[in-house]
């Protein structure tokens, strides 16, 4: 049976989250061994001694994942597979729908990225504000994706004033930190700052 607390319990689909709800449905579909399902890997079992056996319970999962699945829409959002026949016709059409290239949004996103700033924000929060952006810049626009050495640029750029002279340190290192070693040794400057204060 459907978990319903635990489908219902998970952010619905509106027209902002769907990579958020994606991958969210994606697992918990794989956990209630529906994803093939959904994905369309499985299709109708083939025909066998316990044939109809085999295909009530086919039906049975494929029944429950399609109810998963629109239990987790916000309801505007049903009429966009309000006449699809399969799941696997469910998930790719929201896969088409939010996938396509939306030059507006793609711009406003742009935009937020340069003018993001650390502010008040803690490191681990800025990070994950900027490497956010850059992932959806990179859905939007999967030509041009924002690779780590641009993303390092982009936060060393919205860093508070305090960050300068361990950034220029870090500069001068004869090997340059990857992007998660980066990460750390800003979330250790951060706690040492902290401890110093």
């Known amino acids: 049976m459907v978990n319903l607390h635990a489908v219902g319990g998970m952010r619905k689909l509106n027209n902002d989250k769907y990579n958020t709800w994606s991958t969210c449905i994606m697992s918990y579909m794989q956990r209630q061994d529906m994803w093939e399902i959904v994905n369309g890997s499985e299709k109708e079992q083939p025909e066998t001694e316990d044939a109809n056996e085999m295909l009530t319970k086919w039906k049975i999962k494929a029944f429950k994942a399609m109810y998963a699945l629109k239990k987790t829409l916000e309801e505007y959002m049903l009429e966009h ?33 340069l003018c993001i700033k650390q ?8 990070l994950y504000k900027v490497k956010l952006l850059c992932r959806e810049i990179s859905k939007l626009d999967p030509a041009t994706p924002i690779g780590d050495t641009r993303m390092k640029r982009i936060i060393v750029h919205g860093l508070k004033p305090e960050f300068r002279s361990f950034v220029i340190a870090v500069k001068g290192w004869q090997t340059q930190p990857s992007l998660v070693e980066f990460e750390n040794l800003l979330a250790n400057q951060e706690a040492l700052v902290k401890q110093m204060g």
């Open 81 to 113: 597979i309000r006449d699809v026949k399969t799941q696997n016709e469910a998930w790719e059409t929201f896969a088409k729908l939010f996938s396509k290239k939306n030059d507006t949004k793609l711009q406003l996103l742009e935009g937020e990225l």
């Open 119 to 126: 502010g008040n924000m803690m490191i681990k929060q800025y």
